[in-house]
């Protein structure tokens, strides 16, 4: 039988794990700002984010961000992450922030689900299209505390991206496919910037009549299409795969009637689409000659 003392003991015990746990539960509660206050400690999972971060001048409240994030140069030297899809969420809690930037993808609603049970504050944010760009760029000024320059930066951006849309489309416009990988191939459809930008800079995607991002084709498929030039999308030189003899059939390979555009601008949206835009443009009028 327990002895009175070995009692006193175990409730002692029971007493301190108590306490601990009530701690922590408080640290992590408390830690959670309220919604309407700016956040002090931002870890970005997305690129398009972290960019515009800087862009509104809030550029040093983030405290992370994802391997990806390159722009502007002095985003490398905020800590990485690792990936912004399925992330880490033990290296996320370890830079302790206060709000955590996130795509809403289904990848992702793990971690969200344990970054809520850490008491971290998350704001899912969809950047898909240059639209997206303004309304993403007036919401993240009021997270960060810089709604004044936000509000002029989407102001700004907004006014010239109507201004480039309402330009009326030059005579004599290319088509164009848009690849991103050739085995099997696929290409951009109507759901991407990456269209927009083709759009804007006066081609014709031969695949705008799909509405998703991108989407796996055939080579028959393409060869119908048959595309005046091939967008190569991250491509500084002409890869091998134009070589292959089954793409002989396309005749924008026969003819090596390639337009070469990398960079990060062309990789998500950003307020530098339109400087994306007049760089397409320039190429494509460069591979028709």
């Known amino acids: 039988m327990r002895s009175a003392l070995e009692t006193r003991r175990a409730l002692s015990a029971a007493w301190s794990v108590a306490a601990v746990l009530t701690v922590a539960l408080l640290s992590c509660t408390s830690a959670r700002p309220p919604a309407d206050v700016p956040a002090g400690r931002v870890v970005s999972l997305s690129p398009s984010f972290t960019e515009l971060a800087f862009a509104v001048g809030a550029g040093d409240r983030l405290v992370g961000r994802t391997a990806w994030c390159d722009f502007p140069a002095a985003a490398r030297d905020v800590p990485s992450v690792g990936d912004g899809l399925n992330p880490n969420v033990e290296a996320i809690a370890a830079r302790r922030p206060d709000l955590v930037l996130v795509y809403p993808s289904a990848a992702n609603q793990g971690a969200l689900a344990q970054l809520a049970q850490l008491g971290v504050r998350t704001e899912q944010l969809r950047v898909d299209g240059l639209d997206d760009v303004v309304t993403v760029t007036r919401r993240l000024g009021a997270l960060l505390g810089a709604r004044d320059r936000a509000e002029q930066l989407a102001d700004r951006f907004a006014a010239a991206l109507?201004?480039?849309?309402?330009?009326?489309?030059?005579?004599?416009?290319?088509?164009?496919?848009?690849?991103?990988?050739?085995?099997?191939?696929?290409?951009i459809g109507a759901g991407s910037f990456q269209h927009e930008l083709v759009t804007l800079a006066g081609a014709i995607n031969v695949f705008a009549d799909l509405p998703q991002p991108s989407a796996q084709v055939s080579i028959e498929t393409i060869v119908a299409r048959d595309p005046e030039l091939i967008v190569l999308l991250g491509a500084e030189a002409t890869p091998a795969w134009t070589t292959r003899p089954e793409w002989q059939a396309v005749r924008?390979?026969?003819?090596?009637?390639?337009?070469?555009?990398?960079?990060?601008?062309?990789?998500?949206?950003s307020p530098r689409a339109l400087d994306a835009v007049r760089q397409l443009r320039r190429a494509v009028a460069e591979a028709r000659r």
């Open 162 to 187: 109507d201004s480039a849309r309402a330009a009326a489309p030059p005579e004599g416009r290319p088509t164009v496919l848009l690849l991103t990988w050739d085995q099997p191939p696929i290409v």
């Open 252 to 269: 924008a390979v026969r003819e090596r009637r390639f337009v070469h555009v990398s960079g990060s601008a062309f990789a998500r949206p």
